[in-house]
């Protein structure tokens, strides 16, 4: 399972995974959950900073702001978005390591970060066509052994080879089934998904912040990528 985890920066903001997409725009983009359900509520939570780091220090400071995701659910107290920082060309220059960080900090309140996220960088799109499947998080009548098993049989037969499953409450049992499928040469990634907060305030426990982080990741792997939701 890869170790990546939700941050709580306040109960306003709840931060995940953080990717940086040079080859479109140069700007790193943190997957949150605000407590927010229209696109005028974030300014609640301006202003905001981004700051970054690397093994060799700090890279600086730099002001960031918040975009909702589409198609977000509005009765829902929690809601998918997107915290949003600059990421300068000169930086892009510099920063070869792959250890580059980001915190977010108050504006208001300065300081240093209350934790820092690993910055993935969005590799080049694969040349493979077909395709990387993105299933939401995976709890309750979705984690039983035999579902699970045929989905992934299923999908293969019909040419897909990449699977990304968010363990928001999987069993042992399923979770050695997919490790069985890993030794078995099928590529499923299993990525940690428990949320810092109560379940129901978000829409089937994060579905849309899961398919979003999951659509940065296939890009890797497939040009296609297809969400199970």
């Not at 479109?24 to 696109?39: A, E, F, G, H, Q």
């Not at 940690?192 to 792997?221: E, I, S």
Request: aromatic share 12%; glycine share 4%.
């Amino acid at each position: 399972m890869e170790g990546t985890f939700w941050n709580t920066l306040s109960k306003d903001l709840h931060l995940y995974t953080a990717y940086l997409d040079k080859q479109r725009d140069s700007l790193v983009r943190i997957v949150s959950y605000i407590s927010c359900n229209n696109p005028s509520c974030t300014k609640r939570l301006r202003p905001l900073r981004c700051t970054y780091k690397t093994a060799t220090g700090s890279l600086g400071t730099f002001a960031a702001y918040v975009e909702l995701m589409e198609k977000h659910i509005t009765r829902f107290p929690l809601q998918p978005a997107k915290v949003v920082c600059p990421f300068p060309t000169y930086l892009a220059t510099q920063v070869r390591s792959k250890n580059l960080f980001v915190g977010v900090l108050k504006a208001s309140k300065g300081g240093k970060p209350k934790f820092w996220i690993r910055v993935m960088q969005t590799p080049k799109l694969s040349k493979a066509k077909c395709c990387a499947v993105c299933v939401k998080p995976v709890f309750g009548r979705l984690a039983t052994l035999h579902r699970v098993a045929e989905f992934i049989a299923n999908y293969r037969v019909v040419g897909a080879r990449h699977f990304f499953l968010y363990d928001a409450a999987m069993t042992e049992a399923l979770k050695t089934l997919l490790a069985r499928f890993q030794s078995a040469g099928i590529d499923v990634t299993v990525i940690d998904f428990k949320l810092p907060f109560n379940n129901t305030l978000v829409h089937r426990w994060g579905q849309m912040a899961a398919l979003y982080d999951c659509m940065m990741r296939a890009v890797a792997k497939a040009e296609w990528f297809l969400p199970w939701i």
